[in-house]
Nanobody
Framework: QVQLIESGGGLVQAGGSLTLACATS????????MAWFRQAPGKEREIVAS????????YYTDSVKGRFTISRVYAENTMSLQMNSLKPEDTAIYYC?????????????????WGPGTQVTVSS
């Protein structure tokens, strides 16, 4: 059974940094793509970043480009999201997601596996 578990969320001041981690189990190497999504109160869930298995191709939503970095450590079956220069508008629940589908996957419906989420709060 595939499981994704996020960790690393917390409270940080604006301008600070956090690193989120996603631990996977149950054939994680078979995922074509893994991603981080976030959902702020009253807003829809949106993609933050993604990374593919074969080429390591990365995608970032415009609002986090230059501040966030996604990476995968295959030997440890983990994925991480380094978040720098955090802003209050980054406050949200962050979710780890994975999919076997191939392509430019930026919609929530493209992903079949999800973690329970971890809260990130950025104070001003």
């Amino acid at each position: 059974q595939v499981q994704l578990i996020e960790s690393g969320g917390g409270l940080v001041q604006a301008g600070g940094s956090l690193t989120l981690a996603c631990a996977t189990s149950g054939r994680p190497f078979s995922f074509y793509i893994m991603a981080w999504f976030r959902q702020a109160p009253g807003k829809e869930r949106e993609i933050v970043a993604s990374i593919t298995r074969t080429t390591g191709s990365e995608y970032y939503t415009d609002s986090v480009k230059g501040r966030f970095t996604i990476s995968r450590v295959y030997a440890e079956n983990t994925m991480s999201l380094q978040m720098n220069s955090l802003k209050p508008e980054d406050t949200a629940i962050y979710y780890c997601a994975a999919s076997h589908r191939v392509g430019d996957l930026t919609f929530q419906s493209d992903y079949d596996y999800w973690g329970p989420g971890t809260q990130v709060t950025v104070s001003s």
